[in-house]
C-alpha cells in the first residue's frame, strides 16, 4: 500500500487565491477552479480526525 501525502491546507488556500487571481487576466473559468479549490479544503482538517482503515 502507498502512502499519500495531502498537502496541507494553507498551500490550498494559496492555490486557490492564485487560481482567482489568474482568472482576471486568462480565462475567467479560473474563478470555479478557485472554488473547488476552496471547498476541498475542510476534507485536509476533518480527514486526520477520522483515519480509515486499510482493507485487508
Excluded: C, H, T
Amino acid at each position: 500500500m502507498k502512502i499519500v501525502k495531502m498537502p496541507r491546507p494553507m498551500r490550498m488556500v494559496w492555490g486557490s487565491l492564485v487560481a482567482y487571481w489568474l482568472a482576471g487576466m486568462i480565462n475567467p473559468a479560473f474563478v470555479a477552479i478557485a472554488v473547488m479549490i476552496a471547498l476541498f479544503i475542510p476534507v485536509l482538517f476533518v480527514d486526520p480526525l477520522f483515519p480509515s482503515r486499510p482493507e485487508n
